[in-house]
C-alpha cells in the first residue's frame, strides 16, 4: 500500500493518461506475498521494498532503486525528547509503535537491533504505514517510519527524533518474472 500510494500514485497517473484504454489491476501485500504471486506468474510486475533474500524466488528477476530511511517519530507528548539524541537502549525503552512482524520494513530493522543484541518489543504493531503516523501524532508511542513516505514530519503534531545510531537504508525494488532478464533487468 505504501509504495501504490507515495511511488506508484504519479506513475500510474502519467500511464493512465497515455493510455486511458488500459486497465490494471492493484495487488497490495507484503514484499513476501508480493514475490510469491510473482514467482508462481499471477502477477506480472511488482514493487517491494529491499533488502530481501531472492534464493526462492528462481524466477524473479529484481532491480534496486531509490533510497529509504527509517527513523523514528514522536508526537507532541514526547517534546522532552526533542533535544536529545537517543541511544538504541534508550528507544527500546520507550513505548514503540511499528509495523506488523511480517512486514520487510519490519524485519529490517528487527535484524538491525538484533545485530546489536537488542530485541524490539512494539506496544502496537499495525499492518499500514500511515497509521504508524496517526498513532505517533496522537502520542501513542514512538513510531519507526519511512521518512520518504513521511511528509508531515516536522509539522507541528509530529518530529524526528536524534538517535546516535543509523537504520541501514533500504531501497524499492522492481520486480519482473521470467528466466531472461529484458535489457532494463541485466
Known amino acids: 500500500d505504501t509504495i501504490t ?4 500514485l504519479k506513475i500510474l497517473e502519467r500511464f493512465h493518461n497515455m493510455y486511458p484504454g488500459i ?6 501485500r507484503v514484499t513476501g506475498e ?5 514467482n508462481a506468474g499471477e502477477v506480472d510486475v511488482a514493487f517491494i521494498s529491499m533488502p530481501i533474500e531472492m534464493t526462492e524466488y528462481t524466477n ?3 532491480r534496486e532503486f531509490g533510497e529509504l530511511h527509517d527513523v523514528f517519530i514522536a508526537g507532541n507528548n ?5 533535544d536529545k539524541t537517543l541511544s538504541m ?5 520507550l513505548p514503540l509503535v511499528m509495523l506488523e512482524p511480517k512486514s520487510n520494513t519490519r ?4 535484524d538491525f537491533f538484533k545485530s546489536k543484541d537488542i530485541i524490539l518489543e512494539p506496544e502496537f504493531e499495525l499492518g499500514s504505514h500511515d497509521l504508524l503516523f496517526d498513532f505517533a501524532k496522537n502520542n501513542l508511542g514512538i513510531a519507526c517510519v519511512t521518512e520518504e513516505f513521511t511528509k508531515e514530519i516536522g509539522s507541528s503534531d509530529v518530529f524526528k527524533l536524534k538517535t546516535d545510531f543509523s537504520i541501514p537504508k533500504r531501497s524499492i525494488g522492481i520486480c519482473k518474472s521470467g528466466v531472461k532478464p529484458s535489457k532494463e533487468f541485466s
Open 23 to 28: 486497465k490494471i489491476e492493484i495487488v497490495n
Open 60 to 62: 524473479v528477476k529484481v
Open 89 to 93: 537502549s534508550d528507544i527500546v525503552s
Open 78 to 82: 514526547y517534546d522532552y525528547l526533542k
Open 5 to 8: 500510494r507515495y511511488f506508484l
Open 34 to 38: 508480493t514475490l510469491e504471486k510473482l
Open 107 to 110: 524485519k529490517t530493522t528487527d
